[in-house]
């Protein structure tokens, strides 16, 4: 996939600058809470910030995108930024880890990366199944099982998406709730996408990674237990966190402790 092939952006930059970039995997959540990628463009000076965002690619015409062309697409748009002068750090928290490690390994073909992971997941048969059902269940109390994740994608993908549209407009009709369809049609539209990127993390089980071999940090308040796929334990550096963390959700402590880090390398 090239950029000209996609409609909507992956990367938008959030702060000035010209060298030593930051890049932030995260994405637009069903919340107004500030992100991690806001939260760093704020406190960081100095420093071109830039959000890593493809939810608006998977929520277009495209159900399904494999993670490696999302982060080639990535790349492909950075460099066109003209900002990529220096060092680089790429940073995700939770579910975007496996983005973020393509991203900062073709990055790291040109200059030095680091790939920082706060509290990184790898998302699994169960993870998107679990996820699945969460979602199912904000239209009603239908129980339906999550398709099998091992067909064609995009077809995985489509069958999720129509599971949901049943539901939502059995909902709607129970309720009176037709005017009320667009709304529901924007959330399923976020479901579908979000989904969909857990399903190309989970589809991306090749251990091959480029050539460029970003460095790799790892920051999780259970550094005993903490592991990166793909990659031996000495093949990463683990900064364990001090204070434990709310599951999925970032803080603006957890946002200082990465600033923090990153100015001080």
Request: a negative charge; proline letters at 6%; glycine letters at 6%.
């Amino acid at each position: 996939m090239t950029h000209s092939e996609i409609d909507e952006l992956v990367l938008r930059r959030l702060s000035a600058g010209d060298a030593n970039p930051i890049l932030v995997a995260d994405f637009q959540a069903l919340t107004l809470a500030p992100r991690m990628s806001e939260m760093l463009s704020e406190s960081i000076q100095g420093r071109p910030v830039f959000q890593i965002d493809p939810i608006g690619v998977l929520t277009g015409a495209r159900r399904y995108v494999p993670l490696p062309e999302l982060a080639a697409t990535c790349a492909d748009e950075f460099h066109r930024f003209g900002a990529d002068h220096g060092p680089a750090f790429v940073v995700s928290h939770c579910s975007a880890a496996a983005l973020t490690l393509r991203v900062a390994d073709l990055l790291a073909s040109s200059r030095p990366v680091t790939a920082v992971l706060v509290q990184p997941a790898w998302p699994d048969d169960e993870l998107v199944a679990d996820k699945f059902a969460e979602y199912l269940s904000k239209f009603g109390k239908a129980t339906r099982a999550c398709p099998e994740l091992n067909g064609d994608p995009e077809q995985v993908v489509a069958e999720m998406e129509q599971i949901f549209r049943d539901e939502m407009n059995a909902l709607a009709a129970s309720r009176d709730l037709t005017g009320s369809m667009a709304a529901f049609s924007d959330l399923l539209v976020w479901y579908r996408g979000w989904l969909a990127f857990l399903l190309a993390c989970r589809n991306d089980t090749s251990t091959d990674r480029a050539a460029g071999r970003a460095a790799v940090t790892v920051m999780s308040d259970s550094p005993s237990t903490v592991t990166v796929r793909g990659l031996r334990k000495d093949a990463y550096q683990v900064c364990g966190l001090s204070t434990p963390q709310p599951a999925g959700k970032v803080t603006r402590e957890l946002a200082d402790i990465v600033a923090a880090y990153i100015e001080s390398h």
